[in-house]
């Protein structure tokens, strides 16, 4: 790979590997070079005419360079010397933008959108955040996975052409509960027992309870009321 290096004057500099150390430092560095190595302190190692340049990564660069990157190395000489810019990946399928503290994306005025031709993820070590006025979801499909839900809001409206929920226990706990529907089937194998101050059922057509042993109690008073009671 051809590389080169433009510089205003060229003297040997401490930043240069095998180079012993300069008394004054050089002039402006301008140098296209290859990424050869990632030294611990965030400096990179990157050759360039032969040389080892060492420098850090500059605050401008946000794609992280990776070995094998062709990159731009600038400085005021060779003993402050920055990586500017990937010019060149070694593997253009895959970029990675990297900071070291926060980031954050922002727009004064406009929209900020993330779009991707194959598949969007988000991956958080703690958490993640999502705060605004409206949240809108418009997708064919969609999976969730969560192991403990907590919701609190003040309203909340499904409308849906089928839904059907499986567990091991259902609880719901309203002062108040309404159910309309054309038909109803509900089928327990063990106990059902219903518990209220009052129980009134009424059928326009007829009313039928059957069983192997039917049993009716009161406390005070049993009334059958009809103009026809047929008993055995």
Same mark, same amino acid.
């Given at each position: 790979m051809t590389v080169a290096s433009l510089r205003t004057t060229h003297r040997p500099a401490a930043a240069v590997e095998?180079?012993?150390?300069?008394?004054?430092a050089g002039g402006v560095v301008n140098a296209l070079g290859v990424v050869a190595s990632v030294l611990p302190g965030g400096i990179y190692g990157v050759e360039?005419?032969?040389? =080892?340049?060492?420098? !850090?990564? %500059?605050a401008s660069c946000l794609l992280?360079?990776?070995?094998?990157?062709? =990159?731009? =190395?600038? $400085?005021?000489?060779?003993?402050?010397?920055?990586? #500017?810019?990937? %010019?060149? +990946?070694a593997q253009p399928g895959v970029a990675r933008v990297e900071v070291d503290g926060d980031l954050?994306?922002?727009? %004064?005025?406009?929209?900020?959108?993330? &779009?991707?031709?194959? +598949? !969007?993820?988000?991956?958080?070590?703690? $958490? @993640?955040?999502?705060?605004g006025p409206q !949240?809108?979801?418009?997708?064919? &499909? %969609?999976?969730?996975?969560?192991?403990?839900?907590?919701?609190?809001? &003040?309203?909340a409206r499904a409308t849906v052409f089928s839904m059907r929920v499986i567990g091991r226990v259902y609880e719901v706990v309203v002062d108040r509960l309404v159910q309309l529907s054309k038909s109803?089937?509900?089928? @327990? &194998?063990?106990?059902d027992q219903v518990q209220a101050? +009052?129980?009134d059922?009424?059928?326009?057509?007829? #009313?039928?309870?059957?069983? *192997?042993? #039917? =049993?009716? #109690?009161?406390?005070?008073?049993? *009334?059958?009321?009809? *103009?026809q009671i047929h008993m055995g």
């Open positions: 095998g180079a012993p150390p300069a008394a004054a360039s005419d032969g040389r =080892v340049l060492r420098c !850090l990564r %500059a992280r360079p990776e070995i094998g990157d062709m =990159v731009l =190395v600038s $400085g005021p000489d060779e003993r402050r010397l920055y990586l #500017t810019a990937v %010019a060149e +990946q954050m994306l922002a727009s %004064a005025r406009g929209a900020v959108s993330m &779009e991707s031709a194959t +598949q !969007l993820s988000l991956r958080a070590g703690h $958490g @993640t955040t999502l705060s !949240l809108e979801i418009d997708a064919d &499909e %969609a999976r969730c996975r969560i192991g403990r839900l907590d919701y609190s809001g &003040e309203e109803a089937f509900r089928m @327990t &194998e063990g106990i101050g +009052q129980i059922y009424r059928a326009s057509e007829m #009313t039928r309870l059957h069983g *192997k042993n #039917t =049993v009716i #109690t009161a406390r005070d008073l049993v *009334k059958a009321d009809a *103009k």
